[in-house]
């Protein structure tokens, strides 16, 4: 059995009849809850090569929304936050480390 061919039928972007591809959005898996036109979607759209191609540079190159935007940098605050207290943990252990390391030196020397 050869390589399956894409089914040819009308293009939902251009109306002709082409081989046909599923556009299928490919961004963030939406950890914030902004609304997106892609994913809102009630059904996928069958894209021809062109069509498929113009759908993703235009998914590509929509700006952020306000909302998108202030979730996003909560969300790179959290992360930044979250490295600062990883690295003082670390500090605090490499510390509990040091101490624990001069007390059996200490009571060995003894």
């Not at 390589?3 to 081989?19: V, Y």
């Not at 759908?55 to 969300?75: G, K, Q, Y």
């Not at 059996?104 to 003894?110: G, L, N, S, T, V």
């Amino acid at each position: 059995m050869g390589p399956q061919q894409p089914a040819e039928s009308r293009c939902d972007g251009c109306g002709q009849t082409r081989p046909l591809f599923l556009y299928e959005p490919d961004h963030n898996m939406h950890v914030i809850p902004v609304p997106c036109e892609w994913c809102d979607r009630e059904r996928q759209p069958l894209l021809c090569v062109r069509c498929w191609g113009a759908e993703r540079l235009r998914e590509e190159n929509v700006p952020m929304s306000a909302a998108e935007a202030d979730a996003t940098a909560v969300f790179a605050q959290l992360a930044n936050n979250n490295s600062r207290i990883l690295a003082r943990q670390e500090a605090d252990k490499a510390t509990c480390d040091g101490i624990a390391a001069a007390t059996k030196q200490a009571e060995a020397d003894r």
